[in-house]
């Protein structure tokens, strides 16, 4: 497929080109668009939380501020990598992901992930938006104000991929003078960097590291799972070089950053542990640390990012289900499923709203994606490996039933997430002596990758 730039880029009409290939006259847009698409959407509340875990796991700020980088930049490096995926075949990932998991077997993963992005992180998001927007505008209510993020998200997610890239894009030149500023005032608060005095032979807290680790990647490497999809309507030579750049280090800095935020905000807030854990409007809690004026704006920029993460989580859900392979008689049948998504994921959310407890609810949400999206990776990454550059888009088509994918992947996790996971309702047996915390999606990825490869070598449909 050549380079065609003359496909047309109209924001307000609805897409329905849902999976299917894009042709080449519908090709449009530059590497670099993919920096803004990963990065507005990480200039949220909730990624600022992410880091702000770092403290209620008992780590200092020097502790978290690692924690999230190497979380983060691991996950980086793979999203860059599938993003470069995405215009040599026009498909969205989980449709490219049939090539590792077959034709059945790619139900798993597709369906995990209409399930987690679609209605979880939908749901999360919308979490932190709605209490950003109450804050913002008392007399809606929690209600109200969970019904607006809920109509917005899903209003323009319903038209499309077009629109999202202009939302995500144009947005993002507010977004960053707004969090620029959010730097730099919490750099300068005071007790911001303050660590407290370590007990005498005190060992590194590797159980918190690792759990602020695995959340960071967790939350970064959950856009993965959807990196094609906002890089299918490229032109088939664009650079892979520099889209790999552009969506790896868009994501990377936007989430290092802003986590980074979190850590020292909160560690500044917070004046130990059990503190953060009491927190029950966390928005609320680091809004207030600015000018009134200046608070008001950041909530308004909040709002923007929930908005601009959930609508990348909304349309790439009903991406993943259709990916599925169901079949419906309906040409606008992606704009359908963005509907019957927010109702689902709307939902949860107020299910979340009422609840309260969102440290811990975002805690354990974050450790569960880790959970399956590294496995998933490995699975798919070693796939590509090892089919040594055959056609990608055409083996995506026309699928076989192929089993090495999925067994690797579902053994991978099973056996990760009951031996080393570490939740409040459940720690696996050989984590819970290690000292280690959490290192599920470590261990997963690692299997997952082994034990493709050995059962590629016998599945005949994988090679």
């Known amino acids: ?106 139900l798993i993963p597709s369906g995990l992930s209409t399930l987690v992005a679609g209605i979880g992180w939908f749901a999360v998001n919308t979490v932190s938006g709605t209490f950003a927007l109450q804050a913002l505008f008392p007399a809606l209510g929690l209600i109200g104000a969970l019904a607006v993020i809920i109509i917005v998200q899903v209003g323009i997610a319903f038209v499309g991929h077009n629109l999202i890239q202009k ?17 730099f005032v919490v750099l300068g608060q005071q007790g911001a960097f303050d660590v407290a005095p370590a007990a005498a032979g005190a060992a590194f807290p590797w159980a918190g590291f690792t759990l602020t680790a695995g959340a960071a990647y967790g939350y970064t490497a959950g856009w993965t799972a959807f990196a094609s999809d906002y890089t299918r309507y490229l032109p088939a030579n664009t650079d892979k070089k520099a889209l790999g750049l552009a969506a790896g280090l868009g994501n990377f800095t936007s989430t290092t950053l802003i986590m980074g935020v979190g850590v ?47 609508i990348l989580n909304v349309y790439s859900g ?42 811990h609810q975002l805690d354990g949400f974050l450790l569960v994606v880790s959970y399956w999206v590294a496995p998933w990776i490995a699975v798919v990454l070693t796939e590509r490996i090892l089919s040594k550059g055959k056609n990608a888009g055409e083996r995506a088509l026309a699928p076989k039933n192929s089993w090495a994918g999925a067994a690797a992947f579902v053994i991978a996790t099973v056996f990760s997430i009951w031996g080393f996971a570490a939740q409040v309702l459940y720690t696996g047996p050989l984590a819970k002596d290690s000292g280690l915390g959490d290192i599920t999606a470590v261990v997963g990825f690692v299997l997952a990758s082994v034990l493709y490869v050995l059962f590629s070598k016998v599945d005949k449909n994988s090679k």
Do not use: C
């Open 264 to 310: 020292i905000a909160f560690n500044a807030l917070a004046g130990n542990p059990g503190d953060f854990w009491g927190i029950q409007n966390p928005t609320a809690a680091f809004t207030a640390e600015f000018n009134p004026v200046f608070a008001s704006i950041v909530l308004l920029s909040i709002v923007i990012g929930s908005v601009s993460a959930n």
């Open 318 to 359: 009903a991406m993943s289900f259709l990916a599925m392979g169901f079949k419906f008689g309906f040409k606008t049948r992606r704009a359908i499923m963005v509907l019957l998504a927010g109702i689902a994921g709307g939902l949860l959310s107020y299910v979340g709203v009422l609840n309260g407890d969102v440290a």
């Open 1 to 106: 497929m050549t380079q065609n730039n003359s496909g047309s880029a109209k924001a307000t009409s609805i897409e329905t080109n849902d999976v299917h290939p894009i042709p080449a006259g519908e090709r449009h847009g530059k590497a670099w668009h993919l920096f803004t698409v990963w990065t507005t959407p990480n200039l949220e509340f909730a990624t600022v939380f992410v880091g702000a875990l770092a403290i209620g796991f008992g780590l200092n700020v020097w502790q978290g501020l690692l924690a999230v980088l190497v979380g983060n930049a691991l996950a980086g490096v793979t999203h860059g990598i599938l993003s470069t995926w995405g215009p040599a075949a026009g498909l969205p990932q989980m449709v490219l992901s049939r090539n590792a998991f077959g034709k059945l077997g790619n």
């Open 167 to 183: 939302w995500e894009r144009y947005l993002s030149y507010f977004q960053a003078v707004v969090w620029v500023i959010v730097i």
